[in-house]
T-cell receptor, first 117, second 115 residues
Framework: AQSVTQLGSHVSVSEGALVLLRCNYS??????LFWYVQYPNQGLQLLLK??????LVKGINGFEAEFKKSETSFHLTKPSAHMSDAAEYFC???????????????FGKGTKLSVIP | GAGVSQTPSNKVTEKGKYVELRCDPI?????LYWYRQSLGQGPEFLIY????????DSGLPNDRFFAVRPEGSVSTLKIQRTERGDSAVYLC?????????????FGPGTRLTVT
């Protein structure tokens, strides 16, 4: 079984500051990892995904995440926060093999990002 | 092109009533998923369709919940005898195929409130 832990239900940063949202996972097989963003009253939008290629993954809107197997982490970063980044962010995992559940996203509880002008 | 659409966007119902939530996936997507997002939580998997059949309904909380996809496109999530604990946002997603390598595209959700 897999699970996702997101440290910090709410993170506040100043505009222009570094954004760091933490995600740790557990998975019985090498996983695929995802970050989604959810704006108010909108559906989830994929920011980026790790699928066992490069460990540093670049996504949309200037976000990137690094897969660290030894730390079972997949933290999301952005060098300079913008007001439009204020949203809720979800880390998710899927088992990377072709076995049972290889389509079922397991999400963390989410981290709400506030950007202070 | 058009994304995943869900109707209604909001639904308020009384405890004990029956509700139907509709999902229109992206055209050509064979895989369809339902998730439920309770307040302060991440989405939780409910059911997965590959084509017309429910390939995995292990996430449905009990037998009051049922979903169909009769023609392999539109899906309806049905909840009988609603309870206050069913209040949540119900999210639908679709993907080209049902495997981790295919991105799941999410709809805006239906917010269900049971009074």
């Amino acid at each position: 079984a897999q699970s996702v832990t997101q440290l910090g239900s709410h993170v506040s940063v100043s505009e222009g500051a570094l954004v760091l949202l933490r995600c740790n996972y557990s998975s019985s097989v090498p996983p695929y990892l995802f970050w989604y963003v959810q704006y108010p009253n909108q559906g989830l939008q994929l920011l980026l995904k790790y699928t066992s290629a490069a460990t540093l993954v670049k996504g949309i809107n200037g976000f990137e995440a690094e897969f660290k197997k030894s730390e079972t982490s997949f933290h999301l970063t952005k060098p300079s926060a913008h007001m439009s980044d204020a949203a809720e962010y979800f880390c998710a995992v899927i088992p990377g093999d072709s076995g049972a559940g290889s389509y079922q996203l397991t999400f963390g509880k989410g981290t709400k990002l506030s950007v202070i002008p | 092109g058009a994304g995943v659409s869900q109707t209604p966007s909001n639904k308020v119902t009384e405890k004990g009533k029956y509700v139907e939530l509709r999902c229109d996936p992206i055209s050509g997507h064979t895989a369809l998923y339902w998730y439920r997002q309770s307040l302060g939580q991440g989405p939780e998997f409910l059911i997965y369709f590959q084509g017309t059949g429910a390939a995995d309904d292990s996430g449905l909380p009990n037998d009051r919940f049922f979903a169909v996809r009769p023609e392999g496109s539109v899906s309806t999530l049905k909840i009988q005898r609603t309870e206050r604990g069913d209040s949540a946002v119900y999210l639908c997603a679709s993907s080209l195929k049902g495997h981790s390598s295919y991105e799941q595209y999410f709809g805006p959700g239906t917010r269900l409130t049971v009074t």
